[in-house]
């Protein structure tokens, strides 16, 4: 009997500051690749937009982003938006974002299980299927993060490489390898760090969408439709939001050290 | 008031469009913008003209399909068209001639010249000469092509250098670049393009977006997503019709494509 494969989720933290195509690009290609591994079955993606907390410059109101977000992904069918993050009163560890939805997904599957397994009498019936996996999906620069002092700390990224991992989608080229390479802790778990080429190079980045708006230039084909009508009702995107946060101290770097919170 | 006379211009693609992605309704996008930027132009259409299955390029699925996808692809845009009349013709049309056809077709009726096969136009007229093209009234009628289409004016028997000339030199061509090409450099290494350079408008892409339709039918044959690399409505439609397969790629495969069939041996002037 072959071995089942591990139901799989994908995390996306990150601005989407705005949402762009190539932003869904990455779950598709993640999802194809994890399944042609023949290990993982991928049951879910989840686009965690950051609150407003983290104190990037040109951030603009994290209640925009989530609405952006969920417009885009309307038309998904296993691909949501979750605000949690986003509702935190300050910026969270992305090992935190992680715990929380590694949480939430493992109770969602017991009710679930619990649900659809027992037998006539009763008793939960014990599931061949394993545990569901939760891994955190990023492209190349996100890795280059880790290089950077102050960013992250050590525990955190031992966490998110070791108890996690990470689905890394990147253009072709050497640098996701390495990044993992240059890092101690990735590299002792480079084999929880899955890389994804993207042979096309798609590289709509939200700074230049940004650019192209506040220059009054097209960006369709780039973006969602409904993600531009979004934007031009509620007048985003101009000179004036690229300057929110200017000459601020992103959040991670200001923020102390934590001790890590049990579950 | 503005002493500028504001041109106003038809933006006309040519190509493949096997299948057609959201880098080529960019490209309408972003020529408009920077024609437009100039405070010189304005404009007022855009239209995908897929070649027909004439043209015998390797891969190249039935006319119709590629149509359809087209049509599905700018149903969202208020100002690209697409044209079917190159994909009818029974023999592959040289790009000058769709462009001379297109252009004929925005003029004003009663200047039609009297060798382009549309039945509506009764009255004949002797052609005017090609300097007096571009006061006849209606819009220009410039090419959009991405830089490889530029460089390959340099394939031997691809063009007709009649043909570029009349390109660059009557209509007017909007390049978008693309990482690793440098349109710029070519046109000055050209006699005939550095001779109508003003006549070409170079525009530099910086959001990188080359999405190849080569990628996509590869892509597409390994059972992997193109989703949001193509409109959602054309991605659909190929896999309701089940298109782009192995097999499909194999179409043309032992066939000369159409230019150099017709223009191997045959002297450019």
């Known amino acids: 009997m072959a071995t089942s494969r591990v139901p799989l989720v994908l995390l996306a933290c990150g601005s989407f500051n705005p949402i762009t195509n190539q932003h869904m690009r990455l779950f598709e290609l993640a999802r194809d690749h994890m399944h042609s591994t023949g290990q993982y079955q991928v049951v879910g993606g989840v686009v965690s937009p950051v609150s407003d907390g983290y104190g990037k410059q040109g951030l603009v109101l994290a209640k925009h982003r989530v609405a952006m977000a969920k417009l885009a992904l309307r038309s998904s069918n296993w691909v949501t938006v979750d605000d949690w993050e986003s509702r935190q009163p300050d910026w969270t560890e992305t090992a935190v974002t992680m715990r929380y939805h590694y949480g939430r997904i493992l109770k969602e599957c017991k009710q679930f299980t619990a649900a659809h397994n027992d037998d006539s009498s009763g008793n939960a019936v014990p599931l061949s299927t394993p545990s569901p996996q939760l891994k955190l999906l990023c492209g190349a620069d996100f890795l280059e993060s880790f290089k950077i002092p102050g960013l992250w700390q050590e525990d955190h990224v031992e966490e998110v490489a070791g108890r996690f991992g990470l689905v890394c989608v990147s253009r072709g080229g050497l640098e996701p390898e390495r990044a993992v390479h240059e890092s101690d802790t990735l590299s002792a778990h480079r084999r929880n760090v899955f890389h994804v080429r993207e042979w096309v190079s798609n590289e709509t980045s939200a700074t230049e969408v940004r650019r192209a708006l506040r220059r009054d230039l097209s960006v369709k084909y780039l973006i969602p439709d409904s993600v531009i009508e979004y934007i031009h009702q509620h007048n985003l995107y101009t000179r004036d939001s690229e300057s929110i946060n200017e000459g601020a101290v992103l959040r991670p770097l200001a923020k102390q050290p934590v001790k890590s919170l049990d579950d | ?269």
Not at chain 2, 90 to 105: G, I, S
Not at chain 2, 166 to 189: E, N
Not at chain 2, 229 to 241: G, H, K, N
């Open chain 2, 1 to 269: 008031m503005d002493g500028h006379k504001i041109t106003k211009v038809v933006l006309l693609a040519c190509g493949s469009f096997n299948p057609v992605t959201n880098m080529h309704l960019r490209m309408f996008e972003l020529a408009r913008d920077h024609l437009e930027d100039t405070g010189l132009y304005r404009v007022v259409k855009g239209i995908i003209s897929p070649v027909g299955d004439a043209y015998k390029k390797k891969g190249l699925i039935e006319a119709c399909h590629r149509l359809e996808m087209a049509r599905l692809s700018t149903e969202n845009s208020d100002w690209i068209t697409v044209d079917s009349w190159e994909s009818l013709q029974p023999e592959w049309v040289e790009t000058a001639k769709v462009v001379r056809h297109h252009y004929d077709q925005l003029q004003p009726a009663e200047q039609t010249d009297d060798d382009v096969d549309t039945v509506k136009y009764a009255k004949k007229r002797r052609a005017e000469k090609p300097s007096h093209r571009t006061k006849r009234g209606g819009p220009h009628l410039m090419l959009l092509c991405g830089a490889d289409v530029l460089e390959s004016f340099g394939v031997p028997n691809l063009w007709k250098q009649d043909d570029i000339a009349a390109i660059v030199g009557r209509y007017g061509l909007v390049c978008i670049t693309r990482s690793g090409s440098d349109p710029h450099k070519f046109i000055h290494g050209s006699d005939m393009l550095w001779k109508y350079r003003k006549n070409i408008h170079v525009v530099h892409e910086w959001v990188t977006n080359e999405i190849s339709a080569t990628h996509v039918r590869q892509s597409l044959r390994r059972g992997r997503s193109v989703r949001y690399l193509l409109p959602d409505a054309v991605v659909r439609y190929i896999q309701e019709q089940g298109l782009y397969t192995a097999e499909s790629e194999q179409k043309n495969a032992d066939v000369i494509l159409a230019p150099l069939q017709r223009y191997s041996g045959a002297s450019t002037s």
